[in-house]
């Protein structure tokens, strides 16, 4: 997961440029963000509310199905 993160980190910036670059200055650049920005919010709250029921050994099986679902997506 360390070593994911880390490349993952690297990474990330650079398919910001790539999507910025390809939408230009078009409406989806706003709807992408607010949609992320909302998407990391509900997350990060339903996270929570697991992590309230069941402990922090919640947290690694919701971090792999995230990190399946980013590898599969890519």
């Known amino acids: 997961m360390v070593l994911f ?3 993952w980190n690297a990474v990330l910036p ?3 440029v ?3 670059n390809y939408l ?3 409406s989806e650049v706003r ?3 607010v949609w992320g920005s909302i998407g990391f ?3 990060v709250g339903l996270l929570g509310v697991l992590v309230d029921a069941r402990g922090p050994a919640a ?3 919701v971090l792999l199905f995230i990190y399946a679902g ?3 997506r890519a």
Do not use: K, N, Y
């Open 41 to 43: 919010i509900l997350t």
């Open 5 to 7: 993160s880390f490349f």
């Open 24 to 26: 230009g200055r078009r």
């Open 18 to 20: 790539v999507a910025f």
């Open 59 to 61: 947290i690694l099986p």
């Open 70 to 72: 980013i590898w599969w």
């Open 31 to 33: 709807r992408l963000r």
């Open 14 to 16: 650079q398919f910001e």
